[in-house]
C-alpha cells in the first residue's frame, strides 16, 4: 500500500508512520528526518536545506523532490512506502503523480492550532536514528535517551515557540491545499487526532481499512 500522512508539524505523523511501518511492513519516509540527517552530516544539501528548516519555511521544492525521487526507487518501497511530511505543496503532489507513484490513500491527522504549540515544546528528538519522543504523552524508558538507539534526545530548533508560528502559517498556506487536491481524488480519509496516542493509532489503522 502506498501511503500519504498529512496533518500540521506536531499533528503526530511521525508516531503514525511508525506505527503503520510495523503493522504493514513497509518504510515510513520522512523528508524532515532526511534532511535533518544532511544537516548533521554537514552535506550540502543540508547546508542548503538549514536556513530554510530554522526559519519554519519549506525547503525548495526541487529538493525534496529529488530526494523522494531517489528514495522510492530503492529495493524497500517495492511493496509500498509511507510519506511522512511529503507533499507539502501541490508542486510536489503534482510532481509524485508525474513519477507515476500510485498513492492508495491519504491520512489526514487533524490537530487544532491551539493544541499544536503544547505538543511541539514537549517534543524531543533521537538526531541518529529519528525517533520522536514527548515529555508527558511518550516518553522513553530513560529520559533523554533514545530507546532505539541509545542516542541522546534533543529539543529540536524549529520546535521553539518562536518558530512554531511561522510552521504553522505555513503549513495553513501551502500545504492545507494538499487536503482539496487529494479530496478529489476520492483518496482523503481524515482522522481526529486524539490525547491518547493509541486512540489516535486506532482511528488511523480503521481509516487504512475504509
Ligand atoms: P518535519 O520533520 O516533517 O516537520 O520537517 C521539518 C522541516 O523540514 C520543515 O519545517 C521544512 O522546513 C523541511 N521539510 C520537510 N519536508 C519538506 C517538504 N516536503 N517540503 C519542503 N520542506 C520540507
Known amino acids: 500500500m502506498n501511503l500519504i500522512l498529512l496533518g500540521a508539524p506536531g499533528a503526530g505523523k511521525g508516531t503514525q508512520a511508525e506505527k503503520i511501518c510495523e503493522k504493514l511492513s513497509i518504510p515510513a519516509i520522512s523528508t524532515g528526518n532526511m534532511l535533518r540527517e544532511a544537516m548533521a552530516n554537514g552535506t550540502e544539501m543540508g547546508l542548503q536545506a538549514k536556513s530554510f528548516i530554522d526559519a519554519g519555511k519549506l525547503v525548495p521544492d526541487e529538493v525534496v523532490i529529488g530526494i523522494i525521487r531517489e528514495r522510492l526507487t530503492a529495493e524497500d518501497c517495492r511493496n509500498g512506502f509511507i510519506l511522512d511530511g511529503f507533499p507539502r505543496t501541490i508542486p510536489q503532489a ?26 511541539l515544546s514537549g517534543r524531543r528528538v533521537c538526531l541518529k536514528c529519528g525517533a520522536t519522543y514527548h515529555t508527558e504523552y511518550k516518553k522513553p524508558k530513560t529520559e533523554g535517551v533514545c530507546d532505539v538507539c541509545g542516542d541522546e534526545l534533543v529539543q529540536r530548533k524549529d520546535d521553539m ?27 482523503l480519509r481524515v482522522v481526529e487526532g486524539q490525547e491518547d496516542v493509541a486512540d489516535t493509532t486506532a482511528l488511523t489503522f480503521k481509516a487504512l481499512e475504509d
Do not use: C, F, S
Open 94 to 119: 503534482e510532481a509524485l503523480d508525474n513519477m507515476g507513484v500510485r498513492i492508495d490513500k491519504v491520512i489526514d491527522i487533524e490537530v487544532p492550532d491551539e493544541k499544536i504549540a503544547a505538543r
Open 161 to 187: 515557540p518562536e518558530t512554531v508560528l511561522d510552521r504553522l502559517k505555513t503549513y495553513h498556506e501551502q500545504t492545507e491545499p494538499l487536503k482539496g487536491y487529494y479530496e478529489k481524488k476520492g483518496i
